[in-house]
């Protein structure tokens, strides 16, 4: 199994400000995983909502774990290998997913049928970040003039508290008056409990879809006290990293948003959507960009 490695700066047309703070871009590792003359291609997205290695980094430490013995493992035996090295989880992400692109190709199979899955045909949301109320205003037209785009997941939990948040969201329905969008929030955990309780209502007279992470990672105990009566369904993503988090508060939520940088890839992934259905809840798929 031989390995290569190329890091790419991926600049966002406009900065992403959440909850947390604001992304202007990353340095992303590819990861390439060549075996019998067939190339996988993984990548890495470091994230300031995790253990946010540099690709350098992401590159030392693919490259040490992969001096042990792997040749004889499985692709499922590698990914717990590598969580038991200790790779962060968007480094075992490249390698799991280059892993996994390399077996579809031998099989000369898209991915999604050596997985035995539909081709996905669900519409994707497209994120605006917390702005002030002329920056969505100016910024819609860009967003949706011409592209097609069927769904906003707005960000929420600014910093300057619920009024902002009112302001900002208030634009954004005045600005898509005349596209047919969806709207869907993210408050990355900006909110406390009565907060989070206040804005549901006032969102879900607004025809939002869904809130996700309303409370703050490390508050999951909390969760109930806001989805009883929830007045709209209740999503958690930093809140769910692994297919085990799922049990501990399935019966406060409504659904889970996976993502492979979070879950260390494909592997995990697969197990976090079928202990999630399990638990009777929905799932959706996130990204770090």
Same mark, same amino acid.
């Given at each position: !199994?031989?390995?290569?490695?190329?890091?790419?700066?991926?600049?966002?047309?406009?900065?992403?400000?959440?909850?947390?703070?604001? /992304?202007?871009?990353?340095?992303?590792?590819?990861?390439?995983?060549?075996?019998?003359?067939?190339?996988?291609?993984?990548?890495?997205?470091?994230?300031?909502?995790?253990?946010?290695?540099?690709?350098?980094?992401?590159?030392?430490?693919?490259?040490?774990?992969? $001096?042990?013995?792997?040749?004889?493992?499985?692709?499922?035996?590698?990914?717990?290998?590598?969580? @038991?090295?200790?790779?962060?989880?968007?480094?075992?992400?490249?390698?799991? /997913? &280059?892993?996994?692109?390399?077996? &579809?190709?031998? @099989?000369?199979?898209?991915?999604?049928?050596?997985?035995?899955?539909?081709?996905?045909?669900?519409?994707?949301?497209?994120?605006?970040?917390?702005?002030?109320?002329?920056?969505?205003?100016?910024? !819609?037209?860009?967003?949706?003039?011409?592209?097609?785009?069927?769904?906003?997941?707005?960000?929420?939990?600014?910093?300057?508290?619920?009024?902002?948040?009112?302001?900002?969201?208030? $634009?954004?329905?005045?600005?898509?008056?005349?596209?047919?969008?969806?709207?869907? /929030?993210?408050?990355?955990?900006?909110?406390?409990?009565?907060?989070?309780?206040?804005?549901?209502?006032? =969102? @879900?007279?607004?025809? /939002?879809?869904?809130?996700?992470?309303?409370?703050?990672?490390?508050?999951?105990?909390?969760?109930?006290?806001?989805?009883?009566?929830?007045?709209?369904?209740?999503?958690?993503?930093?809140?769910?990293?692994?297919?085990?988090?799922?049990?501990?508060?399935?019966?406060?939520?409504?659904?889970?948003?996976?993502?492979? !940088?979070?879950?260390?890839? =494909?592997?995990?992934?697969?197990?976090?959507?079928?202990?999630?259905?399990?638990?009777?809840?929905?799932?959706?798929?996130?990204?770090?960009?």
């Amino acid at each position: !199994m031989k390995l290569a490695f190329k890091t790419i700066h991926l600049k966002k047309r406009f900065p992403l400000r959440i909850s947390r703070g604001i /992304v202007t871009g990353s340095d992303n590792l590819f990861v390439s995983v060549t075996k019998n003359g067939i190339t996988g291609w993984g990548e890495m997205a470091p994230s300031s909502t995790m253990e946010d290695e540099s690709s350098k980094e992401g590159e030392r430490l693919l490259t040490q774990f992969c $001096q042990t013995d792997l040749e004889e493992l499985s692709i499922s035996e590698i990914y717990e290998k590598g969580r @038991a090295f200790g790779l962060p989880t968007c480094v075992l992400a490249a390698l799991d /997913v &280059a892993l996994w692109d390399q077996l &579809a190709k031998t @099989a000369k199979l898209p991915l999604y049928q050596l997985f035995g899955i539909p081709l996905p045909k669900i519409a994707t949301s497209v994120t605006i970040g917390i702005n002030p109320p002329e920056v969505v205003k100016d910024r !819609m037209p860009i967003l949706l003039q011409g592209t097609g785009i069927r769904f906003l997941k707005v960000k929420l939990g600014s910093k300057e508290g619920i009024e902002a948040d009112k302001a900002m969201f208030a $634009q954004v329905v005045e600005s898509t008056a005349d596209y047919k969008v969806g709207l869907r /929030v993210d408050a990355n955990g900006g909110w406390d409990v009565n907060e989070a309780i206040h804005m549901m209502k006032w =969102l @879900a007279n607004l025809g /939002v879809d869904y809130v996700e992470q309303p409370l703050v990672h490390g508050r999951e105990e909390d969760l109930s006290a806001i989805f009883k009566n929830r007045p709209l369904p209740i999503f958690v993503d930093e809140s769910c990293c692994f297919s085990t988090d799922i049990p501990h508060w399935a019966s406060a939520v409504d659904g889970v948003n996976l993502k492979l !940088m979070k879950c260390g890839g =494909l592997t995990e992934a697969f197990r976090i959507i079928a202990t999630a259905r399990a638990f009777g809840l929905k799932t959706m798929i996130g990204c770090m960009g």
